[in-house]
T-cell receptor, first 111, second 112 residues
């Protein structure tokens, strides 16, 4: 069964708009991470948020974590065409030996 | 630093053939992983290693074998390829099991 699930599966926006992606998970976590994958490439780590943190920023990225709802969101502000990619959440969860990845959200940013 | 490299980048196999995918990292990471990525399935862990000489099964290990004879290298073997193993294979490494993973560029394998 999937530990982390991203929502929506696909998102299409215009340049300059904000993009929000969500991740829900099932069991308690130690940390949650977000990765980006450009088409045909390997995943690239974006940000890690620990279970005792509620919000974290990195450049145009803002990640929130709500452990009571077992959910996280990734906000990309003022999106650019170069942000077009798939975004994955990964959890370090109790009962799992390694990180588990969701199926991803495909983001398309049109000029 | 090259980071994580994978060879080959592309490969076409016939059913029943064997091959080995090589992953190398130059970051002195203890942990290494092999994933497969299929459309709509996300990343699924095949095998992983917590150090030189150790390996463990992941979510989808059947049909694959691995070896970690040197800390910097992690090999994934297919002894008798099947069409169901057509996929993109990614190797990754990390300092610790719950930390940031660094991914290679992937190997696109087609089994006919």
């Amino acid at each position: 069964s999937q530990q982390g699930e991203e929502d929506p599966q696909a998102l299409s926006i215009q340049e300059g708009e904000n993009a929000t992606m969500n991740c829900s998970y099932k069991t308690s976590i130690n940390n949650l991470q977000w990765y980006r994958q450009n088409s045909g490439r390997g995943l690239v780590h974006l940000i890690l948020i620990r279970s005792n943190e509620r919000e974290k920023h990195s450049g145009r990225l803002r990640v929130t974590l709500d452990t009571s709802k077992k959910s996280s969101s990734l906000l990309i502000t003022a999106s650019r065409a170069a942000d077009t990619a798939s975004y994955f959440c990964a959890t370090d969860a109790e009962g799992y030996s390694t990180l588990t990845f969701g199926k991803g959200t495909m983001l398309l940013v049109s000029p | 630093n090259a980071g994580v490299t994978q060879t080959p980048k592309f490969r076409v196999l016939k059913t029943g053939q064997s091959m080995t995918l090589l992953c190398a990292q130059d970051m002195n990471h203890e942990y290494m992983y092999w994933y497969r990525q299929d459309p709509g399935m996300g990343l699924r862990l095949i095998h992983y290693s917590v150090g030189e000489g150790t390996t463990a099964k992941g979510e989808v290990p059947d049909g694959y074998n691995v070896s970690r004879l040197k800390k910097q290298n992690f090999l994934l073997g297919l002894e008798s390829a099947a069409p169901s193993q057509t996929s993109v294979y990614f190797c990754a490494s990390s300092y610790w099991t719950s930390g940031e993973q660094y991914f290679g560029p992937g190997t696109r394998l087609t089994v006919t």
